[in-house]
């Protein structure tokens, strides 16, 4: 074991420990260290025995264990806390030392503690590890950004431990300045939410519209995972359907509630800030809420009536019009998500690379699909691209998938299924062809009851109008402006 660690560990919960164990299996030596000493004890003399790990019983200790310059990963719940550990390290470190925030902390937290170290000589990483347990320890997507002069350092490091595809790529690269790379997880965990709802009401629907049983909806999902719907998520999910429990089916027993930790929520509300249409992972976040008023849906189910989901039609032609359905929604799922990033990059000067993105997201991380190659290649066609519906290869994908996309939304709209994420990806689709939306009447409204002034279709962009539509109105229009 070398004299001095490459890097330290700050959190020994899931993440920490296996990121630990990884780095160690790359050949790096790490000092680990948790506010309870119990759990370095415990983890040192157990998952860490014989390994290029040690174990910190201060701060103090464990920055003095490292090699300059020292680099520090923390891996804690974010938030206050991270600013917590921050302070106290601060009078440890030296010029040029490095604080990473492995956590899933918002992007403006990153964009603060950025600025906020490099004005005190020290340097900053706030990066996005997705993955989950088994990415962690086996190789998961990274996503660093924050201060650029720290990137050659943690490098070596990162991209060892990363999943690798095509051979030996790995799934890990510099995302760009400040809170770029806490944005892009957020993002990537944003699509993350919207995939899962889709899937889940591929699930409903053969269930309470097809009435499959849990082995014939396993075996749609494994057959759909030798596909282009081939991902992670599609193959857990066809796991997770055959997993039995005394020979029951585990996924008949659990709740069906869910929960969350915000990151889909912070994903909606950067759209709204940015105004980007994130139509569908917003309605996946909203799924949640619905599912976790549970007591209340079985009080409604009981006083509210509607359709009673009866199907008589081919159910193998209507499964491979949902496998369409689900295809075309999670693309749009994917389009919203770049398009979002696309717009953050203009508005916070962060230059991503799409196409470095996609490849990123291609192994280790949970949204990892197959289509994420053609992602790829669509940036790198046209770097500039403002949205994927609008590549070549997507185009094709779309239009192949648009009649049994929109026999799946219909159907289930009038059998009383519900089918939010689904609907809304085609609703959104259909916006975005529609060369004529009703928000004219929506501005001559706005202009009627508050002179919100409008544009004129025979008249130059960015010129405004007002109309005295009653006669009793004067000629002065409130101001013009965009939220």
């Given at each position: 074991m070398?004299?001095?660690?490459?890097?330290g560990?700050?959190?020994?919960?899931?993440?920490?420990?296996?990121?630990?164990?990884?780095?160690?299996?790359k050949?790096?030596?790490?000092?680990?260290?948790?506010?309870?000493?119990?759990?370095?004890?415990?983890?040192?003399?157990?998952?860490?025995?014989?390994?290029?790990?040690?174990?910190?019983?201060?701060?103090?200790?464990?920055?003095?264990?490292?090699?300059?310059?020292?680099?520090?990963?923390?891996?804690?719940?974010?938030?206050?806390?991270?600013d917590?550990?921050?302070?106290?390290?601060?009078?440890?470190?030296?010029?040029?030392?490095?604080i990473?925030?492995?956590?899933?902390?918002?992007?403006?937290?990153s964009?603060?503690?950025?600025?906020?170290?490099?004005?005190k000589?020290?340097?900053?990483?706030?990066?996005?590890?997705?993955?989950?347990?088994?990415?962690?320890l086996?190789?998961?997507?990274i996503?660093?950004?924050?201060?650029?002069?720290?990137?050659?350092?943690?490098?070596?490091?990162?991209?060892?431990?990363?999943?690798?595809?095509d051979?030996?790529?790995?799934?890990?690269?510099?995302?760009?300045?400040?809170?770029?790379g806490?944005?892009?997880?957020?993002?990537?965990?944003?699509i993350?939410?919207?995939?899962?709802q889709?899937?889940?009401?591929?699930?409903?629907?053969?269930?309470?519209?097809?009435g499959?049983?849990?082995?014939?909806?396993q075996?749609?999902f494994?057959?759909?995972?030798?596909?282009?719907?081939?991902?992670y998520?599609?193959?857990?999910?066809?796991?997770?359907?055959?997993?039995?429990?005394?020979?029951?089916?585990?996924?008949?027993k659990?709740l069906?509630t869910?929960?969350?930790?915000g990151?889909?929520?912070?994903?909606?509300?950067?759209?709204?800030?940015?105004?980007?249409?994130?139509?569908?992972?917003?309605?996946?976040v909203?799924a949640?809420?619905?599912?976790?008023?549970?007591?209340?849906?079985?009080?409604?189910?009981?006083k509210?009536s509607?359709?009673?989901?009866?199907?008589?039609?081919?159910?193998?032609e209507?499964?491979k019009?949902?496998?369409?359905?689900?295809?075309?929604s999670?693309?749009?799922?994917?389009?919203?998500?770049?398009?979002?990033?696309?717009?953050?990059?203009?508005?916070?000067?962060?230059?991503?690379?799409?196409?470095?993105?996609?490849?990123?997201?291609?192994?280790?991380?949970?949204?990892?699909?197959?289509?994420?190659?053609?992602?790829?290649?669509?940036?790198?066609?046209?770097?500039?691209?403002?949205?994927?519906?609008?590549?070549?290869?997507?185009?094709?994908?779309?239009?192949?998938?648009?009649?049994?996309?929109?026999?799946v939304?219909?159907?289930?709209?009038?059998?009383?299924?519900?089918?939010?994420?689904?609907?809304?990806?085609?609703?959104?689709?259909?916006?975005?062809?529609?060369?004529?939306?009703?928000?004219?009447?929506?501005?001559?409204?706005?202009?009627?009851?508050?002179?919100?002034?409008?544009?004129?279709?025979?008249?130059?962009?960015?010129?405004?109008?007002?109309?005295?539509?009653?006669g009793?109105?004067g000629?002065?229009?409130?101001?013009?402006?965009?939220?």
């Open positions: 070398n004299s001095q660690s490459d890097i560990v700050i959190g020994l919960a899931v993440m920490g420990e296996n990121l630990i164990l990884n780095m160690a299996s050949g790096f030596t790490v000092t680990a260290y948790n506010r309870s000493q119990s759990k370095v004890e415990n983890f040192i003399n157990g998952r860490a025995r014989d390994k290029s790990i040690k174990g910190a019983t201060s701060l103090a200790g464990l920055v003095h264990s490292l090699s300059s310059p020292r680099k520090i990963m923390l891996m804690v719940k974010a938030g206050e806390v991270v917590q550990l921050i302070e106290q390290l601060i009078p440890l470190l030296g010029q040029g030392d490095i990473i925030d492995g956590g899933n902390s918002q992007f403006e937290d964009e603060r503690r950025t600025q906020y170290l490099e004005g000589g020290l340097l900053y990483i706030g990066t996005g590890v997705s993955g989950g347990e088994e990415g962690a086996l190789g998961p997507a996503m660093p950004g924050g201060s650029r002069d720290a990137w050659p350092q943690v490098k070596p490091i990162f991209q060892a431990i990363a999943a690798k595809v051979g030996d790529v790995a799934c890990c690269d510099w995302v760009g300045n400040g809170g770029a806490h944005f892009v997880k957020m993002v990537h965990n944003g993350e939410y919207g995939d899962m889709l899937i889940c009401e591929a699930y409903l629907i053969m269930r309470d519209l097809l499959l049983s849990v082995d014939e909806m075996a749609v494994a057959d759909w995972n030798q596909t282009e719907l081939s991902s998520l599609t193959e857990i999910t066809a796991d997770i359907l055959a997993y039995k429990e005394n020979g029951e089916p585990l996924i008949n659990i069906d869910a929960g969350q930790k990151t889909g929520k912070w994903t909606g509300v950067t759209a709204l800030h940015l105004g980007v249409p994130l139509t569908l992972i917003g309605e996946a909203f949640r809420c619905l599912s976790a008023i549970k007591e209340e849906r079985v009080n409604a189910s009981k509210i509607g359709p009673q989901g009866v199907f008589d039609g081919d159910k193998v209507f499964i019009a949902l496998k369409d359905a689900l295809l075309a999670k693309i749009v799922s994917y389009a919203q998500g770049f398009a979002l990033m696309h717009e953050a990059s203009k508005e916070y000067n962060w230059q991503l690379n799409f196409g470095a993105i996609a490849l990123m997201w291609r192994g280790g991380c949970i949204i990892r699909s197959v289509f994420l190659d053609n992602i790829k290649t669509a940036y790198d066609n046209n770097d500039d691209l403002t949205n994927l519906l609008l590549d070549d290869y997507f185009i094709d994908v779309m239009q192949k998938s648009q009649p049994g996309w929109r026999k939304v219909a159907t289930a709209a009038m059998q009383g299924i519900s089918a939010p994420c689904l609907s809304s990806a085609l609703s959104y689709f259909d916006g975005y062809r529609t060369e004529n939306l009703p928000a004219n009447l929506l501005q001559a409204q706005r202009d009627y009851f508050g002179a919100h002034t409008y544009e004129r279709k025979d008249k130059n962009r960015g010129e405004f109008f007002h109309t005295n539509w009653t009793r109105g000629d002065t229009a409130s101001t013009t402006y965009s939220i």
